[in-house]
């Protein structure tokens, strides 16, 4: 396996009242296989590339996160909805790397960095089962909603305690305008649950009217570990 380390110069973390040396690792061989993780994650994150990006804290996001003790589940679901404490530094990341052979980071990004943010998480286990639905159906899926901030997430109406805050969660597009807007739909469901992806919301709750018909407008997968 052929390694390149970049070290990239120090940021100015504000709230925290220093500096942060941030590493990337480009690693290229053999893919990796993530597993499950947990809020709030660790120092690094690495993606089934082997792309390698050193994680910071940003303890204001972090804060403005809801209360674990409030989630919808109860005590038994306080690990999965631990206040994320520490992101992708979008201001330096490698966007135009690629986290799975079919997709690139600025992929699961790009609405963040659209809205001006400069921090995110996106989960490896996810991109590694977006990536196997991609390659078990063998064409070529969008992403159209990956991590959200809780600010992010109010202002679009989401759920309270949305696994787009926890980077877990993918919504893959579907072209509502095609009369095959279900079939495809349904296969990208399908392929979700084959792959062992934790919760594929139901087809019906992401589906819309057009023309007169109900068409399913996109698919909504998440890796919550439960």
């Known amino acids: 396996m052929i390694a390149v380390r970049i070290l990239f110069l120090s940021i100015v973390i504000i709230g925290c009242g220093g500096k942060a040396s941030v590493t990337i690792d480009v690693l290229f061989g053999d893919p990796t296989v993530p597993g499950p993780a947990n809020p709030p994650y660790g120092s690094e994150v690495v993606y089934p590339s082997g792309l390698r990006i050193g994680l910071i804290p940003d303890q204001g996001l972090t804060s403005s996160y809801p209360d674990p003790g409030q989630n919808p589940f109860g005590a038994l679901r306080l690990q999965q ?17 690629r986290v799975s052979e079919n997709f690139l980071l600025s ?3 790009n609405p963040t960095l659209q809205r001006g943010a400069r921090r995110a998480f996106v989960d490896p286990e996810t991109v590694w089962h977006v990536q196997q639905i991609r390659s078990g159906l063998g064409r070529p899926l969008v992403v159209s909603s990956s991590f959200r901030s809780p600010e992010h997430n109010r202002d679009v109406g989401g759920a309270s305690f949305s696994r787009h805050l926890y980077g877990d969660a993918v919504d893959v597009d579907v072209d509502q305008s ?3 807007a279900n079939v495809r739909g349904q296969e990208i469901f399908n392929e979700a649950q084959d792959v062992g992806v934790d919760f594929v919301l139901a087809l ?4 819309v009217t057009v023309g007169g018909a109900v068409r ?11």
């Open 204 to 207: 019906e709750e992401t589906s």
């Open 81 to 97: 909805y631990q206040r994320v404490g520490a992101f992708l530094p979008l201001e330096i990341a490698p966007a135009t790397e």
């Open 216 to 226: 399913v407008s996109w698919v909504h997968l998440d890796d919550r570990g439960f």
């Open 178 to 180: 095609s009369a095959d």
């Open 107 to 109: 992929e699961y990004v």
